[in-house]
C-alpha cells in the first residue's frame, strides 16, 4: 500500500480530486474462482467486469476528494472561530494508493470473482485535543470532529448530540478543559483531606478498621466519598468531606449500631442521660 499524501486542509485548503485515467490499474486477466475454469486462468475481462472495475475505482476516487474537500471546510471553520491547529487541534487525514484483490459480482448468480486494482483510499480525520484525567494527571485525547453545512459537532465535550455554530463549539472546548483541570485540582485537594481523616481515626481508634468508602446522592446517584470507621463490635460510623477549603473538617454522614436496643433499654439509656 503506497502512501500519497498525509495532509490535506493546507491553509489554502485546496481539494484534490484524481481522475480516474490517472490511477495505474492493471484490468487485463483476473483470477477465476471456480477450480473448473482453472484451465482458463488470465482470461481478458468482460466489458461488463471492466465496467464493474472502472466503476468501483471511480467511486473511490471521488469518494477520497469529498472526504478532502470535507476536511478542508472542517478546518476552516474551526481558523475562523478561533481554534488554533496544532494547539487547539490537529488532523489525522491520510490518501492511500492501495493494491489489493478486490472482489466483483455476485455470488447468487455465480459472477463473483476477484481481481487485483489500484485505487485511492482516504483515512482519518480532524479532532479536537480534548483534556481528560488519567491517572491523576491531564491528559490528551483526540476528540473527532464531524461536520454538516456551516456547523460543526464533537459529542465528546457537548452534552446534546447536535451540531453546533462553531463559535460555540469553541466556547464549550474552553470551557470542558478548564471544567477538567479544576476538576483535577479537586480531587487532589480531596485525596489529602481523605488522608487526613483517616489518620486521625486510625490514632483515636487503633484497634478499628479505618477506610475509604463511598455513597450516592439518592436524587441524582453520584457518588461521593467518605471516610468509615468500622469497631470490633461490628459498629461502624461514616463520615464526609468538610466544605469549600475545610475538607478536612469531616462531617458527621450516618452510622451502624450492630447491637440492637429494646425500647427499655433506649428509655433507660435517655433516662441516665445526664440534665443540660
Known amino acids: 500500500m503506497k502512501k500519497i499524501c498525509d495532509r490535506f486542509g493546507s491553509p489554502e485548503y485546496s481539494s484534490y480530486i484524481y481522475p480516474v485515467d490517472a490511477v495505474k490499474h492493471h484490468v487485463k486477466t483476473i483470477k477465476v474462482m471456480n477450480a473448473q475454469l482453472d484451465l482458463f486462468e488470465g482470461l481478458v475481462l468482460t466489458t461488463e467486469q471492466q465496467e464493474q472495475i472502472d466503476s468501483f475505482i471511480k467511486r473511490q476516487t471521488l469518494n477520497t476528494g469529498e472526504a478532502d474537500r470535507n476536511v478542508g471546510r472542517i478546518m476552516m471553520l474551526l481558523d475562523e472561530a478561533g481554534f488554533?491547529?496544532?494547539?487547539?487541534?490537529?488532523?489525522?487525514?491520510?490518501?492511500?494508493?492501495?493494491?489489493?484483490?478486490?472482489?466483483?459480482?455476485?455470488?447468487?448468480?455465480?459472477?463473483?470473482?476477484?481481481h487485483e486494482?489500484?485505487?485511492?483510499?482516504?483515512?482519518?480525520?480532524?479532532?479536537?485535543?480534548?483534556?481528560?484525567?488519567?491517572?491523576?494527571?491531564?491528559?490528551?485525547?483526540?476528540?473527532?470532529?464531524?461536520?454538516?453545512?456551516?456547523?460543526?459537532?464533537?459529542?465528546?465535550?457537548?452534552?446534546?448530540?447536535?451540531y453546533y455554530k462553531p463559535s460555540s463549539l469553541l466556547t464549550k472546548f474552553n470551557e470542558h478543559n478548564e471544567r477538567k483541570i479544576n476538576e483535577l485540582e479537586h480531587n487532589n485537594k480531596q485525596k489529602i483531606a481523605l488522608d487526613i481523616i483517616v489518620a486521625k481515626y486510625q490514632k483515636l481508634y487503633p484497634k478499628a478498621e479505618v477506610k475509604l468508602s463511598s455513597d450516592y446522592y439518592r436524587r441524582s446517584y453520584h457518588s461521593f466519598p467518605t471516610v468509615k470507621v468500622k469497631f470490633e463490635s461490628g459498629s461502624s460510623v461514616e463520615f464526609t468531606l468538610g466544605y469549600g477549603d475545610e475538607m478536612e473538617k469531616e462531617r458527621f454522614h450516618k452510622k451502624y449500631d450492630a447491637q440492637h436496643e429494646t425500647t427499655k433499654d433506649l428509655c433507660d439509656r435517655f433516662n441516665n442521660q445526664k440534665a443540660k
Request: hydrophobic share 25%; proline share 0%.
Open 84 to 114: 488554533v491547529q496544532g494547539v487547539d487541534y490537529d488532523s489525522s487525514f491520510e490518501v492511500y494508493e492501495v493494491t489489493k484483490e478486490a472482489s466483483f459480482g455476485y455470488s447468487y448468480n455465480n459472477t463473483n470473482y476477484e
Open 117 to 162: 486494482v489500484t485505487y485511492m483510499n482516504a483515512v482519518g480525520g480532524v479532532y479536537l485535543k480534548v483534556n481528560t484525567i488519567k491517572e491523576g494527571k491531564i491528559k490528551e485525547y483526540k476528540a473527532s470532529v464531524d461536520r454538516e453545512g456551516g456547523k460543526l459537532m464533537c459529542t465528546n465535550i457537548t452534552q446534546q448530540y447536535r
